[in-house]
C-alpha cells in the first residue's frame, strides 16, 4: 500500500489508508522542498507583519486618515488576508497534497482566496479613481472626496466582490459543502466551468485594469504638465511654493501608486494568460503552482513599495518597532517630517 519513488523525493501513500476511495497522498521531502517550505513559510509571515504595519499605521495616526490613505488600508487587509489564511493553506498543500480539514473548511478557504484577490482588485480601481480625481481636478477632490464617501465606496466593493464570489462558486456547484465535486476523499479542489473563466477575466481583470491603465495614462500626462507649469512658477515667483509642493506631492504619490498597479499586472497576467490558453491546467501541476504564487507574491511586495517610497510608512515604523505608539497622545504624532 505504500510506495516510495526516492529519485523525486515523493513518498506516494494514501490520505485516509481505512477509506477505499481515499485519495493518493504525495509527501514531498528532500532539501529541495524543505527549503521551500522554510522560504514561503518566511514569505506568509513576511507578508502578515508588513501589512500588519500598514494597517496600524493609518488606523492608529490620525494624520494618517485620508481619503488615499483609507483605500491603502483596504488593500493591506486584502493582502493580510491572504499571507494570514491563503499562503498557509497552500504551503501545506504544497508540501502534503491532502486536505485534512473537512468540505466545510474547503469551502471557506476557496471563498476566502477568491474574496481576498477580488477584494485587491477593487481596491486598486479605487486608487486609482482617487489619484485621477486628486490629479486632474484638486479642487473637486479636496472639498468632495471625504473618509466617509471613501469608506461607503470600499464598503460597497468589497460587497460587491463577496456577492460576485458567491454567485460564481454557487454556479459551480461548490458553494455547499455537500455540492463539492471530488474525485476522492482528501482533496480540496473547484472545478470552475469554463464560462466562468471568461466571465471573471472580464469582470475581474480586463475591465478594471483597462479603466486603471487609461486613468494612469491620463495621470501621468497631467503629471508632466504640472511639473512643467511648477518649474515656470518657481522660476517667477517664490511665494507660491506651497503650491509647488502640493502639486508635487500628488504627482509623486500618483506616480509610487503606479507603480503598485504594475507589480500587480505583472502579477496577475501569467495567470490569466495560463488558465485560457492551457485547459490541462490544474492545481497540482508546477505551472499553475508557479502562477498562483506570483500572485501571492503580490502581497508581499506592496507593503515593500510603501517602505521605499513613503516617508509616513518608515516613520510609522519605527514608532510601532519601538512601542511609542502606547504613549498618550501618539495618535497625533507628526509623521511629516519630511515632503513627499
Known amino acids: 500500500m505504500e510506495n516510495k ?7 506516494v501513500q494514501y490520505c485516509f489508508p481505512y477509506i477505499n476511495s481515499s485519495c493518493r497522498k504525495e509527501v514531498r521531502t528532500g532539501p529541495a522542498y524543505i527549503f521551500l517550505f522554510i522560504f514561503l513559510s518566511s ?9 500588519l504595519l500598514v494597517i496600524i499605521s493609518i488606523s492608529h495616526f490620525k494624520q494618517l486618515h485620508t481619503p488615499t490613505n483609507l483605500l491603502i488600508l483596504s488593500l493591506a487587509v486584502a493582502d493580510l488576508l491572504v499571507g494570514l489564511c491563503v499562503m498557509p493553506v497552500n504551503i501545506m498543500q504544497l508540501i502534503d497534497s491532502c486536505w485534512y480539514l473537512g468540505q466545510m473548511a474547503c469551502t471557506v478557504s476557496i471563498m476566502v482566496n477568491f474574496i481576498s484577490t477580488s477584494g485587491s482588485l477593487c481596491s486598486m480601481g479605487l486608487i486609482a479613481i482617487d489619484r485621477y480625481i486628486a490629479v486632474t481636478d484638486p479642487l473637486i477632490y479636496s472639498t468632495r472626496i471625504t473618509n466617509c464617501k471613501t469608506v461607503l465606496l470600499i464598503t460597497t466593493g468589497w460587497s460587491f466582490s463577496v456577492l460576485y464570489i458567491f454567485i460564481c462558486v454557487y454556479s459551480n456547484d461548490h458553494l455547499l459543502p455537500s455540492q463539492i465535486f471530488t474525485t476522492c476523499y482528501g482533496e480540496c479542489v473547484i472545478y470552475v466551468k469554463y464560462v466562468w473563466v471568461f466571465v471573471d477575466l472580464v469582470i475581474f481583470f480586463l475591465a478594471p485594469c483597462f479603466i486603471i491603465l487609461v ?7 497631467v503629471a508632466q ?9 518657481m522660476n517667477r515667483a517664490s511665494h507660491e511654493h506651497g503650491a509647488e509642493i502640493s502639486n508635487v506631492s500628488e504627482t509623486k504619490a500618483a506616480k509610487t501608486l503606479g507603480i503598485i498597479i504594475f507589480v500587480y499586472l505583472a502579477c496577475y497576467i501569467p495567470y490569466y494568460i495560463g488558465s485560457l490558453t492551457d485547459n490541462n491546467l490544474t492545481s497540482s501541476s508546477r505551472m499553475w503552482t508557479v502562477f498562483t504564487w506570483l500572485i501571492y507574491m503580490n502581497s508581499s511586495v506592496n507593503p515593500l513599495i510603501y517602505a521605499i517610497f513613503y516617508p509616513w ?3 510609522s515604523f519605527n514608532y510601532i518597532v519601538a ?18
Open 5 to 11: 519513488d526516492y529519485s523525486q523525493n515523493i513518498t
Open 43 to 51: 514569505v506568509s509571515v513576511f507578508t502578515v507583519f508588513m501589512n
Open 323 to 340: 512601542c511609542r505608539i502606547f504613549v498618550p497622545s501618539s495618535s497625533r504624532f507628526n509623521l511629516f517630517q519630511e515632503h513627499f
Open 225 to 233: 504638465r504640472q511639473a512643467k507649469a511648477v518649474r515656470a512658477v
Open 215 to 221: 486613468l494612469y495614462s491620463i495621470i501621468f500626462n
Open 313 to 315: 510608512f518608515r516613520a
